[in-house]
């Protein structure tokens, strides 16, 4: 991989520091998907995660969860169908292309999103419990800018593969 020289602000360390703190979130957020407790929800925590955008886009087609989600479409399959299994998700018929199917969150998968989102909230409010509101706010448009500029950075990358961008 060719690493593609880029002139830098005058940040002091603070590039480095970022880049090991991102590093740390990443290895975190693997071990609190564990805190979550979705075993009996019966997917993988890949999967239960297309019902969040299930939900707030409504029934999509698997190439189109795919390109949403920056994955491969088999991948996307394989774990739609899990969630169809475990009666999370439902195939109805495209209405735009009868040969099609979309993908549709049940009255279950509701109910898994509405778990799994107050579980990442009750997690948060427990890191976060000692630290003043305002901090919180600060922290949280920080985040989404930092989110935001990475996710620009993707989309315009010629060096990011098409289907792994977001």
Known sequence: MEVQHVTMPDTGDSIGRLADEVLRFVRLGARAKSMLN???????????????????????????????????????????????????????????????????????GMAACTRLHEARQVMLCRALNDWPAERVHAFTDLFQEFNSSVEALMRNDPAVPAREKA
Do not use: Y
């Open 38 to 108: 979705t075993a009996d929800l019966g997917a993988e925590f890949s999967a239960l995660m297309l019902l969040f955008p299930l939900r707030h886009h409504g029934p999509l087609r698997v190439t189109d969860l795919a390109d949403l989600k920056g994955a491969d479409p088999s991948t996307i399959s394989r774990q739609a169908a899990q969630l169809v299994k475990a009666g999370l998700a439902r195939r109805e018929a495209d209405p735009a292309d009868g040969r099609a199917s979309r993908l549709a969150v049940t009255e279950s």
